[in-house]
């Protein structure tokens, strides 16, 4: 099985990592966006990142192959627990996917991704702007991390999607500060300590240190 992508896209991290947790290998295929595999375009009409191949199947979007892994192989579950716990991990991903990304995003990319991987300038408005729409997007994550997981019971989907976003934007020196948000980074911690995350990060940073040597 293949996933195509660059590895600091949170939804690729997210894929990743998740296949790690159920145990599943996974193959990090990598795509010029500038000359895009055949292979990959077919399997992301939209040229997004990731995409799956498995066999004759292909598949885009972070929570569509995540659905598709979850049903491969349901154990450890990825959205667990109760119907409460089960909307909450989605939440999370969501509130990972849009609103989270959305204002990160801004930062991430123009303060690393473009000066630094496409040798172009950044526009600081932009990120200054994102930083501004951080703050009360990471308040409300702070407010939410308790002693466990996000969802309220095991670990989930959630708690990969938003650990992800955050990751991302460690590139940018905003990773979880204990001084200011001690409950996010006390759970960061648990999350970025779990084998499947270890396992993905450190092929992240061997295939970031050859883009940025
Ligand atoms: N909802 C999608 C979002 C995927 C996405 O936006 N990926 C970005 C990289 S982080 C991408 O491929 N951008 C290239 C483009 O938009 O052309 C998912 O969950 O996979």
Redesign the pocket.
Known sequence: MKVYGFPI????RKVHVVAAEKGIPVELAMSN?AAPAEEFLAASP?????ALVDGDFTC????AIVTYLDALQPDPPMVPGTPQQKARAIWFEEFA?TILVAAGGKVLFNRFVAPKLMGKPGDEAAAEQGLKELEPVLAYLESQCGDGWLAGGDFSVGDVAVAAVLRSLGYVGLEPDPATHPRTAAWYARVTARPSWQHFAAIEDKIVGRALA
């Open positions: 896209s949170p939804f690729v966006p939209f040229r997004k990142i990731p885009a979007d972070s929570t996917d």
